[in-house]
């Protein structure tokens, strides 16, 4: 049981690039969500699933973009990556969404 | 405004020692009140998870405590380890809130020296 996957572990992004980080999780879970944390802040909601063709915004959505197709599956997309969205990514799932969350190991999102 | 206000910020102590570390609230309604533990590097793993009727629960030597009359929860740490350093995260969710939209604390930082 492999619980929540993340890839990549690590990302150097230029100013402008775009790409997608990756989050499987496989203890069918209606509800993920991705956050953002910074140093010595804590974890910002980023957008969240309740379910596979739903999802809506979170805390800090501006510039990021997700999809949910599959339960499975939840990918973000950095749309044009800026050095403002250098960060540490966390993607979770939980059975519902104000219940006990399962987090990946996280993205170290770094864009120069 | 739902807020949640973690202290102290960071805690130094001794392996073998106790320690307590606080968690007030202002998110209303209540729903639940979970504490994480996040190492270096890793992602948060849940230890509790506490409801409105429910005013402590254990998971080995990690007891949490919760007054949600107060808004404050607790958590205590009884003969600390070198594994407890790590980042501590407290977490309230509001009553019927599917979607799930959690407040989340800034987290304390506790190490743990030998």
């Known amino acids: 049981n492999a619980g929540v996957t993340q890839t990549p572990k690590f990302q150097v992004l230029k100013t402008g690039q775009s790409m997608t980080l990756q989050c499987a999780q496989d203890m069918n879970h209606e509800y993920m969500s991705w956050y953002r944390q910074d140093p010595g802040m804590g974890l910002r909601l980023i957008h969240y699933s309740v379910g596979a063709g739903i999802t809506d915004q979170g805390e800090v959505p501006n510039g990021y973009n997700v999809s949910r197709s599959t339960t499975e599956d939840f990918p973000l997309r950095l749309l044009s990556a800026a050095p403002s969205q250098t960060s540490v990514y966390f993607c979770?799932?939980?059975?519902?969404?104000?219940?006990?969350?399962?987090f990946g190991q996280g993205t170290r999102l770094t864009v120069v | 405004k739902n807020q949640v206000e973690q202290s102290p910020q960071s805690l130094i102590i001794l392996e073998g020692k106790n320690c307590t570390l606080q968690c007030n609230y202002t998110v209303s309604p209540f729903s639940n009140l979970r504490w994480y533990k996040q190492d270096t590097g890793r992602g948060p793993v849940s230890l509790t998870i506490m409801t409105f009727s429910e005013n402590t629960k254990s998971n080995g030597r990690y007891t949490a405590t919760l007054d949600a009359d107060t808004k404050q929860s607790s958590l205590h740490i009884t003969a600390s380890q070198l594994s407890d350093s790590a980042s501590y995260i407290c977490?309230?969710?509001?009553?019927?809130?599917?979607?799930?939209?959690?407040?989340f604390g800034d987290g304390t930082t506790l190490t743990v020296k030998p």
């Open positions: 977490v309230v969710s509001r009553f019927n809130t599917n979607a799930g939209k959690s407040t």
């Open positions: 979770a799932s939980s059975y519902r969404g104000a219940t006990e969350a399962f």
